[in-house]
């Protein structure tokens, strides 16, 4: 079962665009979504997360949006810069149980 | 910055051997977990550990697979008999608590299976 679905696989965007990956959830007990970054030859690090009781948070750059009634958050990287380049994941979790449910993963590349 | 560190970093083994990866939590932490990756594929949790026992674990953590707390430092994931699916980077984490607090993720140990 695919609990937490992550779109799209792959993106490009310029120096200075925006980024913008999507998930979606099944599991409507889900009430933690973090998103992660990972570098190649790192482990996953995390970069930014949002409860359900809010529908926006921001952290510089890098803002979730999140959809309760839709099942679906995303994640907006403003001004990217090239160093953003690198995989992201969406995950999923309950408040009281940290095993997370990880999405695909995005690459991002930002072309300077 | 504290970190969780996991060794070896590459481990090449033959079908049918065991493997013990290791991993060092965070010094404070309480929870520890087990995630592995198969290349190209997502993350997927295997286990989680807190006060020297299994809390949870999926269905991919068969009786091949068994975790260990030794010496209060370390945390190790032993594969009984690897099999070549068993080949993926498996990464260490560590929380505080558990919930809404940042699980740390270690570097990552690439198994190979041949």
């Known amino acids: 079962q695919q609990q937490v679905k992550q779109s799209p696989q792959s993106l490009i965007v310029q120096k200075g665009g925006i980024s913008i990956i999507n998930c979606a959830y099944e599991n409507t007990a889900f009430d933690y979504f973090p998103w992660y970054q990972q570098f190649p030859g790192k482990g996953p690090a995390l970069l930014i997360a949002?409860?359900?009781?809010?529908s926006e948070k921001k952290e510089g750059r890098f803002t979730i949006s999140f959809n309760k009634s839709a099942k679906q958050f995303s994640l907006h990287i403003m001004d990217s810069q090239p160093g953003d380049s690198a995989t992201y994941f969406c995950a999923a979790s309950l408040i009281n149980d940290y095993k997370l449910s990880f999405g695909a993963g995005t690459t991002v590349t930002v072309r300077a | 910055e504290p970190e969780v560190t996991q060794t070896p970093s590459h481990q090449v083994t033959q079908m049918g051997q065991e493997v013990i990866l290791r991993c060092v939590p965070i010094s404070n932490h309480l929870y520890f977990y087990w995630y592995r990756q198969i290349l190209g594929q997502k993350v997927e949790f295997l286990v989680s550990f807190y006060n020297n026992e299994i809390s949870e674990k999926s269905e991919i953590f068969d009786d091949q697979f068994s975790v260990e707390r030794p010496d209060g430092s370390n945390f190790t994931l032993k594969i009984r008999s690897t099999k070549l699916e068993d080949s993926a980077m498996y990464f260490c984490?560590?929380?505080?608590?558990?919930?809404?607090?940042?699980?740390?993720f270690g570097q990552g140990t690439r198994l190979t299976v041949v």
């Open positions: 949002i409860r359900p009781d809010v």
């Open positions: 984490a560590s929380s505080e608590i558990t919930g809404d607090t940042e699980a740390f």
